[in-house]
């Protein structure tokens, strides 16, 4: 991956990262704290629903003592006491007594429960009603929920009791408010909260008894187990309730009259809508700044790395063309001051000292090549120096010998002079053949053909009767396609590497021959199973006039190198002691003269 799309991909992916981290923070911080705020906002509504029922009931309270007290309410139950039974006179009388008070609901009972008049529901005269009579506490009676029965209803009264004077008796007044949606628009309701009333004073099934603050009457099967919940325990609860357009916490607080049971349940619900809607903006916000964010990254990113990887990428290629042989490129003078421009400096410093060091190094290797070859030469022409040196001084000692004995002493010279000069001039034929290599000249060669060629010629020689056996192994690609090489030089260095392979032989043994073609190489394997090199031995193969041999010049396997090196391919050794020697070849099907594929 290359430093410009690393940079590109690091930038964007920072800047994703931290937009997700800070939209998430913010995501958190902001629930965390509407969730705590619209806690409070419950507490404080349900605090204030307590306050106005509490307010609502000494109201009621209020109301029902200066009813009990005026002198129209006295005359009343005085005339009442006075006629005994006979209620009839008196069945309107509750309707403007209400009215006086502005009570919603009024009955006057008579001592043994019988009503004498009511207000709310006049045709229930001369019923009983016990829960009036019941609540004999005078004056000092707190106002509690009743289910007050209606035409056709029954509905929730917050009520209070009195007891007046009635000559020997006591006729009670028992009136109130009633608990319905006037009750819930008393109460201050912030934005994203609503108050809901559920009756349970009705007949089940009859009608639905959840209305809210503008008495319209609501189907929500969704709050029915939170208020049975409420029903069967009497206790507040407060849960989660979720509608089809967002969550809604709701909290229940029951509604208990005078003998203890539930006659309703005031819910007090706080909708999510207004989080989930601050949420998916805080979320979509995240969205676009992130991809603002990228945007601006990436621009950045291309910006910052288009300064920094252009010249990287101009020192990378100016390091390339060092390596293919340009010594002149320098890049000091493209990048200014900076890191880069230092870069660039030390690169012009390092190109300057390696075209130094290459001088100086040509220089010692011609310097150490002139004295290995007169170290060689001096060592190859001594041997045969020498015995010519004695023939001599034998030929200058037996010139006093008779002239017999001198003729057989002069033959015997001679003879001798002969092969010496013989080996002088082998020596000297093998620097001069190794000192005028010619340049190849590349044309379409079919390597299998040189191979085989070179190896019918030594084949003669491996299996000549008298000689160590060795077996011949040709292993050669079927591939018929040319390579560009000079046939004269590629069949010498077969030549020389199978000599070396039988004189790495002296007990006979096998040699396997093995090309393959592989896309745009060429490989050409020799391998013999003589004793093998060691390691030392290995190293120095190729060195010219280097020789593990009692004979020879120690330039074939120099002359192997030469020629592999002109064809712009390589070559080296693997070796096991004991096991054998193997000569690797790889040669570029396409070599040109110019160096193109060096």
């Given amino acids: 991956m290359r430093l410009r799309t690393r940079l590109f991909l690091l930038v964007g992916g920072v800047v994703a990262v931290a937009v997700t981290l800070v939209t998430w923070s913010i995501s958190t911080t902001a629930r965390r704290s509407f969730e705590t705020l619209d806690l409070q906002r419950t507490d404080a509504l349900v605090l ?18 200066r009813l009990a007290s005026t002198d129209l309410v006295l005359r009343t139950a005085h005339e009442i006491g006075r006629r ?33 008049s009511s207000a709310h529901w006049p045709a229930r005269f001369g019923y009983r009603q016990s829960w009036a009579t019941n609540r004999r506490d005078g004056a000092s009676g707190e106002a509690f929920l009743q289910a007050i029965d209606l035409p056709g209803e029954t509905a929730i009264g917050l009520v209070a ?38 009756r349970n004073v009705e007949a089940e099934g009859s009608r639905q008894p959840l209305i809210d603050a503008s008495g319209q009457r609501l189907q929500a099967a969704e709050l029915q187990p939170l208020i049975a919940r409420v029903k069967q325990t009497g206790q507040e609860h407060a849960e989660t ?10 909290h229940a607080i029951p509604l208990a009259g005078a003998g203890g049971g539930v006659l309703g349940v005031l819910l007090v619900a706080s909708s999510g809508r207004e989080l989930a809607a601050l949420m998916s903006r805080i979320r979509w916000s995240g969205i676009g700044l992130g991809f603002l964010g990228v945007v601006i990254g990436s621009a950045l990113s291309y910006v910052v790395s288009a300064r920094v990887t252009r010249p990287v990428e101009e020192i990378a290629d100016a390091a390339r063309q060092v390596a293919a042989g340009d010594w002149s490129v320098r890049v000091g003078g493209m990048h200014g001051s900076g890191e880069i421009g230092e870069l660039a400096q030390v690169f012009d410093g390092m190109a300057a000292q390696l075209v130094e060091q290459r ?10 090549a002139w004295r290995e070859l007169a170290r060689r030469l001096a060592h190859e022409l001594k041997n045969p120096l020498f015995p010519l040196r004695l023939t001599v001084d034998n030929l200058r000692r037996a010139r006093t010998l008779p002239p017999q004995e001198f003729e057989e002493i002069l033959d015997e010279s001679l003879s001798t002079l002969t092969t010496g000069f013989a080996n002088l001039n082998t020596v000297v034929g093998g620097f001069s053949e190794f000192a005028k290599m010619p340049a190849p000249a590349f044309a379409k060669v079919a390597p299998n053909e040189v191979v085989e060629r070179v190896v019918a010629l030594f084949r003669a020689q491996m299996q000549a009767p008298g000689c160590p056996p060795i077996a011949v192994t040709l292993e050669l690609d079927p591939s018929p396609e040319p390579i560009r090489a000079d046939g004269e030089q590629l069949g010498r260095v077969v030549q020389n590497l199978l000599l070396n392979a039988i004189d790495a032989m002296p007990q006979g043994g096998q040699l396997r021959v093995r090309t393959e073609r592989n896309g745009v190489s060429f490989r050409l394997d020799v391998t013999d199973t003589g004793k093998g090199l060691t390691e030392q031995e290995r190293q120095r193969l190729f060195t010219p006039y280097y020789t593990t041999k009692q004979h020879g010049t120690g330039l074939g396997l120099a002359i192997v190198q030469s020629v592999v090196t002109d064809h712009f391919g390589k070559v080296w050794v693997d070796s096991v002691q004991g096991k054998g020697t193997t000569f690797h070849i790889e040669l570029p099907t396409g070599a040109q003269p110019n160096g193109a594929n060096a």
Avoid at 48 to 64: G, I, P, S
């Fill in 48 to 65: 204030q629903c307590r306050r106005e029922l509490a307010t609502q009931q000494e109201d009621v309270k209020r109301r029902l003592d």
């Fill in 84 to 116: 005994g039974t006979d209620y009839a006179p008196f069945v309107n009388e509750a309707a403007s007594l209400a009215a006086l008070q502005g009570l919603d609901f009024l009955d006057l009972v008579a001592d043994d429960g019988t009503i004498i």
């Fill in 161 to 198: 009791v009195r007891g007046v004077p009635s000559g020997a008796r006591t006729i009670y007044i028992a009136g109130g408010r009633r608990l319905d949606q006037e009750f819930l628009k008393s109460l201050q309701l912030p934005p994203g909260i609503r108050a809901l009333l559920y």
């Fill in 241 to 250: 309730v979720q509608w089809p357009d967002g969550p809604e916490t709701v």
């Fill in 359 to 368: 001088e100086r190094l040509v220089q010692a290797e011609r310097v150490a």
